[in-house]
């Protein structure tokens, strides 16, 4: 069977079949894709909420149920405005504060983990801060656009990417992910996809206080203090949060027969909070925020297996190797209703981002590297609801960025400077939301970004269709062009020693991508939510290293490579009986190498992007809060080079999550984390984390 030419396995032929016999159910809940559900008191809450105004409908619908709920999800990233899940003509899946809570995640990147559409297990380990990677579409983590409430917040200085393992969730309202070409909006790196981390409001209590402890499996223990409240036109949050984890776990790699205990592991978290927010008027707002994310981790590089030749054989970069980041994120953000409706709104945002990285291994490596990144930024919108029946978004967006990167060699004493340099971009935008007829939106946008890099500016079309069929149907359709620009590494870095020649390449041009999805949501009564989306994503002039010499002692970057993705994203959310809840989830993903430098990879399949995953969650929730749910990871095996002669073996996880409320001030988290020690390497020679227990007592006052 294929659609549209992809091949797609039988065991989801299976799995649609199975959910669209489902009988429907009619207690309605609320539950979003990959994740538990959650409460009638918790869906009260969202209910007091303001939401945007919805297309309008035939009739009036009956009391919200659970599909209904699933749909009304608030959503900001495929609109650059507040608007919900019904009305994005995009594939999006959000994670909410709730569910965040209920699962016990700690990061960013662990939350991220039951939602399709994504690998966010990474390469470097699944232990608690090893580094995070982030695969969307055949992209990686430099073509994934990080937002933080919607504006970019990737290191263009360094990796092109963002450490979402540095994110410690005490300051999380919610995180969405957005597969696809988001370049329209946000400009650069959006070629896989979109991840917005939207940041906690304000409490509207004069003042609430929570503070939790937790402890867990391999020297793990947190302390979290959060503070926030609102006395006249002002309103504060105040959070810290410190988490440590020795990280000596055990474990087993099958396929050479070797076991060992994980070594030089150990991070230490370090993060605060802080959001001011200011009503200077009735119709206008001004916002602080502040997020600092320091976190020290050891840097135990692959584990050193013993038999030569194998999948894997990799020397550790030894017990010293360490690697320490401290990022301060700040922005003002002023909100402003214009005239005297509720049609005209300007948003006016300056950002400041101070990233600092250093890897410091005296004895293995005789380095110390350090780099620092300076980031400023500046965000002007209006959005403008023209009609009823049209929504227009337009604006103008600024970024700069400094990067300084230099190396101290500890026998010789002394420092060579490796790149110094600065981007900047600028870029206008245009967004228009038209409802052709109240079935039927379509929404039409363009951004021409202009760069200070040679052959770096870039312009962005996008265009997308939703049409709602039926009251129980909707049908997705949506192209957008994208680009990954350069990094200041890619274009500067110089590196001359006795043994290696190495140059950036200022001439580098960005990278192109452009991706298409077709998609239909399904209502099945009142009881369940169906989505399926297929998808293909063309990534051309990748940036890559070539070597120039058959001793690999000279290069330089330069745009080889053609890659285009195919494959299929599948949810099924379902109410199965009262306070009773199923979620599954399953992502086809085929990346194919159609041009690159080395001829032998042609027709190959992309390393580490074509992983197959399914999630599935079966969760009971009590009106009083209780909470118990069995959560299900699977990871298809995986090729580790493009060669395609190297591969790993999959693996399934299975996740017990309880929330336990003792009175209306004490709740009691536990969870129970690959209940049956499944053995894996997410990297060859990195292993991931076996059986293990977090238990997190917070008060709440």
Avoid: C
Avoid at 128 to 133: F, I, T, Y
Avoid at 507 to 522: A, H, T, V
């Amino acid at each position: 069977m294929a659609i549209y030419g992809a091949p797609v396995p039988w065991a989801l032929v299976g799995f649609l079949s199975v959910v669209v016999a489902l009988p429907a159910v009619a207690e309605p809940a609320a539950l979003l894709t990959g994740v538990p559900p959650v409460s009638q008191q918790a869906r009260d809450l969202f209910a007091q909420a303001p939401a945007p105004p919805l297309p309008s409908t035939p009739e009036v619908r009956p009391l919200e149920g659970f599909a209904e709920s699933r749909l009304d999800q608030p959503l900001f990233a495929p609109f650059r405005r507040e608007g919900t899940v019904r009305e994005s003509s995009r594939a999006a899946y959000v994670v909410t504060r709730r569910q965040i809570e209920v699962q016990g995640a700690r990061t960013v990147q662990e939350a991220l983990r039951y939602l399709p559409g994504v690998l966010s297990d990474g390469t470097a380990g699944t232990q608690l801060g090893a580094s995070s990677s982030q695969f969307i579409r055949g992209g990686d983590s430099p073509q994934t656009l990080v937002l933080l409430d919607g504006r970019p917040i990737n290191d263009l200085g360094f990796q092109g990417s963002y450490d979402l393992s540095e994110i410690t969730t005490d300051a999380i309202e919610r995180i969405e992910v957005v597969p696809g070409g988001g370049s329209t909006l946000y400009g650069a790196n959006a070629v896989g996809g979109v991840i917005n981390i939207v940041t906690r409001a304000v409490s509207e209590q004069p003042a609430t206080t929570s503070v939790r402890l937790t402890a867990g499996s391999f020297g793990l223990n947190e302390q979290s203090l959060q503070t926030s409240g609102t006395s006249g036109p002002i309103g504060w949050r105040v959070g810290y949060d410190r988490t440590q984890a020795t990280n000596n776990f055990p474990f087993t790699i099958d396929s050479v027969g070797f076991s060992g205990i994980r070594q030089n592991a150990d991070v230490v978290y370090n993060n605060f909070n802080v959001r001011l927010e200011a009503a200077l008027s009735p119709r206008t707002d001004l916002t602080f925020n502040l997020i600092a994310n320091n976190k020290d981790l050891g840097a135990p590089g692959g584990v050193p297996l013993p038999i030569p030749g194998s999948v894997g054989q990799f020397n550790s970069l030894s017990s010293d190797a360490r690697q320490f980041t401290n990022n301060w994120l700040t922005d003002l953000l002023l909100k402003a209703k214009l005239g005297q409706g509720e049609d005209s709104r300007l948003t006016a945002r300056f950002y400041a981002d101070f990233l600092n990285y250093r890897f410091d291994a005296p004895v293995s490596l005789g380095t110390r590297d350090e780099i620092a990144r300076e980031d400023y930024g500046l965000q002007l919108q209006h959005d403008w609801r023209v009609s009823p029946g049209q929504n227009l978004i337009y604006g103008f967006d600024f970024r700069t960025t400094h990067a300084l990167n230099t190396t101290f060699n500890y026998p010789s004493t002394t420092t060579a400077l490796n790149y110094e340099g600065d981007v900047t971009q600028g870029a206008f935008f245009v967004r228009d939301e038209i409802a052709i007829l109240d079935s039927l939106r379509l929404n039409l946008g363009v951004r021409q970004d202009l760069s200070s890099v040679v052959n770096g500016s870039f312009t962005s079309p996008s265009a997308g269709l939703r049409w709602e069929v039926g009251e129980d149907t909707a049908i997705r359709a949506n192209y957008a062009r994208s680009f990954r620009a350069p990094l200041i590494s890619d274009l500067y870095y110089r590196l001359r020693s006795p043994f290696f020649n190495i140059d950036g390449n200022p001439n580098l041009r960005p990278e192109q991508g452009d991706s298409y999805d077709i998609g239909i949501d399904q209502k099945i009564g009142e009881a369940a939510l169906l989505r399926l989306t297929y998808f293909s994503n063309t990534v051309s002039d990748t940036i890559s290293f070539v070597f120039s010499d058959p001793f690999f002692t000279s290069g330089t970057y330069t745009n080889v490579g053609l890659v285009r993705t195919t494959g299929v994203e599948a949810t099924a959310d379902i109410e199965i009986a009262p306070f009773w809840y199923f979620s599954a989830n399953y992502t086809t993903s085929d990346p194919r190498i159609l041009q690159d430098s080395d001829p032998t990879v042609l027709g190959k399949q992309l390393s580490f992007r074509g992983a197959d995953s399914f999630n599935a969650s079966l969760a009971y929730e009590s009106p009083g809060g209780w909470y118990a749910g069995v959560f299900v990871h699977s990871i298809g095996s995986f090729f580790v080079n493009n060669a395609n002669t190297e591969s790993l073996g999959g693996y399934t996880t299975a996740d017990l999550k309880l929330r336990l409320p003792l009175n209306n001030a004490f709740v009691l988290n536990a969870q129970l984390n690959n209940l049956f020690n499944q053995q894996y390497q997410v990297y060859p020679g990195y292993p991931g984390l076996g059986l293990n227990f977090r238990l997190g007592l917070t008060l709440t006052l």
